[in-house]
């Protein structure tokens, strides 16, 4: 099994344990803060994380499983401290970068109906990007 698959059962593990995820988007959103910015990419991390507690509270699940496995997986490798460029050095951060925007490849139209979905829900947009 390579690093590819083992990232995706992970992803796949913590989707299914909503205690788990919600420790994870915490330690996440803690290296967010930290982490000037690098690239529009990550811009997109706050609506991903949103978009995933959303989904295991249950208030919102109009997005195929395969969607927040892939968003649980990029998240994970942001998150991990075994980076193809590590995070202490200048650039550590496009990694991260490219990693989530392959991701946006894959679930644009997700998050787009999310933010929508976010908006009509509670009110809350998020201004600062594009989907």
Do not use: H
Not at 35 to 41: D, E
Not at 85 to 98: C, K, M, N, S, T
């Amino acid at each position: 099994m390579d690093d590819k698959d083992k990232t995706y059962e992970e992803a796949e593990g913590l989707v299914k344990d909503p205690d788990k995820l919600e420790k994870m988007l915490q330690k996440l959103e803690k290296k967010m803060e930290a982490i000037p910015k690098a690239g529009n990419a990550l811009a997109y991390v706050p609506l991903m994380v949103s978009l995933v507690r959303s989904y295991i509270k249950k208030e919102y699940n109009e997005v195929p499983v395969a969607s927040i496995v892939a968003i649980v997986a990029a998240l994970l490798y942001v998150l991990s401290p075994a980076d193809f460029i590590p995070d202490f050095l200048p650039a550590g951060y496009v990694d991260d970068a490219v990693i989530v925007a392959g991701c946006l490849v894959l679930v644009r139209t997700d998050l787009q109906d999310y933010r929508i979905w976010r908006k009509d829900f509670n009110g809350k947009t998020f201004y600062n990007i594009l989907v």
